[in-house]
């Protein structure tokens, strides 16, 4: 049986007995694998899927990693300082995707086998503190990644950090939506955010430059 890891103390299914993705109808293969951070004992009992990486919070060594994986993975690039706010702000999170297949490479690499990588911010409201909304404003997964459910992972760890937020206490305001900015010429990620139950809001016009326009998409969760 192989066990998808989303964190330390949850496993989900991934594959079915003889190897195959649900989803997806793929072969994938997998290992034994031992995390440090599990028992040796649930290490042994369980087959981890070594295609599926560790899911983590950016730390401050990672930005120019981070930074370099969005410029070879997005349009648009975000530089080291612009990404520091999702370590010192409040209310933001940035979550990244790492191989553990190349846990020994990764010095050799020098990329910390980053290969996702999820971030964003809740944004209060000045005229109801009772509510607030979160902004799903990065997203971006290494194309040989891509199909193994890393996004999905991604995209679910930020959603539950902007619930986590909005539950740390009675006095925290009540997240009302998500929403995302997303091309007008990318039908794959629009068909993801869909099946993550985004829907359609409205489109900026030039929001990507002169020749794409921005799509707003948002999911209620109240």
């Not at 990693?65 to 969005?70: K, M, W």
Request: aromatic share 10%; with cysteine; hydrophobic share 35%.
């Amino acid at each position: 049986m192989a066990l998808l890891i989303t964190r330390p103390s949850t496993f989900r299914l991934l594959l079915s007995a003889d190897g195959e993705d649900p989803r997806y109808g793929e072969i994938v293969t997998t290992k034994d694998y031992y995390p440090s951070r599990f028992s040796p004992d649930i290490a042994r009992a369980e087959r981890v899927l070594t295609r599926y990486p560790a899911l983590d919070t950016m730390k401050s060594q990672n930005l120019e990693a981070v930074s370099r994986f969005l410029g070879q993975n997005l349009p648009i690039s975000y530089s080291p300082s612009f990404l520091m706010q999702f370590i010192v702000g409040k209310d933001c999170f940035c979550f990244c995707a790492r191989d553990l297949s190349r846990e020994s490479g990764l010095r050799k690499h020098g990329d910390n086998g980053i290969v996702g990588v999820v971030a964003g911010k809740i944004l209060r409201s000045a005229l109801n503190r009772d509510v607030c909304t979160g902004h799903v404003m990065i997203l971006a997964v290494a194309s040989e990644w891509r199909r193994f459910g890393v996004g999905c992972g991604l995209l679910s760890k930020l959603e539950l950090a902007f619930h986590n937020v909005t539950c740390s206490s009675i006095t925290a305001p009540r997240l009302k939506s998500i929403f995302l900015h997303v091309a007008s010429t990318n039908s794959g990620a629009i068909q993801f955010y869909e099946k993550g139950g985004y829907t359609y809001e409205k489109s900026e016009c030039g929001y990507y430059g002169r020749k794409v326009d921005g799509i707003v998409m948002r999911k209620n969760v109240d």
